[in-house]
């Protein structure tokens, strides 16, 4: 656990980050971006940090990968590349510089560090997990293959690196019925989470999907007695489900994708209002750029997200902390299920 008062006191000595209306009067551009969720008053708050992390990136040769589930000061004030997993994964293998800096939380730094290991990358909050990758270990893979001899793995991205090394292939939520579908077997084991997998059994009944009972501690919150109670008060709201959902909330849903597909869907369809049934921070972020959507509903938060702050980003810069490591024999064998998964949904 990061023990904050220590940490303050010494990014008080070494930096100006009292609020600011000079500062967020420089960043005024970068405001713009989120002027929507964020009042111009709070900005001020927000900006000294901002200025004194991008400053420190140059110094340090360091770029910020952000996962679309950052708070919007962060996704839009300190980021190089947002993205979803699949984005955030094909970028880490492209970075250049020599510090990686994971906006997100813990398996997508080991997951950065598996593809470009000659890079330090660092975790602002090692505290930031996931309760798809804690619900499974190396041992739960032995188990599902026991099961099902001779079925291939396929490991969602959310899962640690000795996971991914003991699967076959990797899969994100942007691709992972194409992966399913690419299995020379009739049986598929996908793991860890049973609600992905049921959606994608839907999509891909020529297979037999077999789960482990793993769930995202966020999208499993949504029912659909609540969407349809949502739909019976603002009839005409657009619904855009992530398939981390159960299935019978993702049936109620206009549109289900991973967190680009559902930007690119906001995007294409500008629906007048919309109702992401995902974490909270992605309708925050994309709200400046569709000026014409209403989103509504409520605000559902990922605790492991939201543990990475402007103020753990600078501090993870200023110490450089806290690199992440993974074993040289998981990360061959865990860069090994990622690149087939590269392969197979042809995405290089
Ligand atoms: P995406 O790959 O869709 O961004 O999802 C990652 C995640 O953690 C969703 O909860
Ligand atoms: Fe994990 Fe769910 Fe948080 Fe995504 S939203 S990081 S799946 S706990």
Redesign the pocket.
């Known amino acids: 656990m990061l023990d904050l008062s220590p940490m303050r006191a010494e990014l008080a000595a070494q930096y100006d980050l009292s609020p600011s209306l000079d500062a967020a009067e420089a960043t005024r551009s970068i405001w713009e971006k989120a002027a929507r969720v964020i009042p111009f008053a709070e900005w001020a708050v927000h900006a000294p940090y901002v200025v004194a992390i991008n400053r420190l990136k140059r110094e340090r040769d360091a770029v910020i990968l952000g996962?679309n589930?950052m708070t919007p000061q962060v996704f839009h004030g300190v980021c190089d590349v947002v993205g979803d997993s699949l984005q955030l994964a094909m970028a880490a293998r492209e970075v250049a510089a020599s510090v990686i800096v994971q906006g997100?939380?813990h398996?997508m730094a080991e997951t950065s560090k598996v593809l470009n290991p000659g890079k330090t990358v660092l975790m602002p909050d090692m505290a930031?997990?996931?309760?798809?990758?804690s619900s499974i270990t190396a041992e739960g893979v032995a188990e599902m293959r026991r099961r099902y001899p001779g079925a291939p793995v396929v490991a969602y991205v959310?899962t640690s690196a000795e996971v991914k090394a003991a699967a076959d292939v990797c899969c994100t939520s942007a691709n992972a019925a194409q992966i399913v579908r690419g299995m020379d077997s009739e049986t598929v084991i996908m793991l860890p989470?049973k609600y992905l997998a049921q959606n994608v059994a839907r999509q891909v009944p020529e297979k037999q999907v077999v789960w482990w009972d793993g769930a995202?501690?966020?999208?499993e919150q949504f029912t659909p007695a609540d969407l349809r109670e949502f739909r019976s008060f603002h009839p005409g709201t657009r619904i855009i489900a992530h398939p981390?959902c159960p299935p019978d909330v993702v049936a109620e849903a206009d549109f289900t994708g991973s967190t680009a597909g559902i930007i690119a869907y906001v995007g294409q369809e500008k629906p007048a209002s919309a109702l992401l049934v995902?974490?909270c921070s992605m309708a925050s972020n994309i709200a400046d750029a569709h000026p014409s959507v209403e989103f509504v509903g409520p605000c559902t938060m990922?605790?492991?997200?939201k543990m990475i702050t402007l103020e753990k980003i600078l501090w993870s810069l200023h110490t450089m902390t806290t690199p992440v490591e993974v074993p040289a024999h998981l990360a061959e064998g865990a860069r090994a299920s990622v690149q087939r998964m590269i392969d197979l949904s042809g995405r290089r």
């Open positions: 996962h589930y997100g939380v398996f930031a997990g996931c309760s798809l990758a959310n989470d995202c501690i966020v999208h981390e995902t974490e990922c605790p492991y997200m």
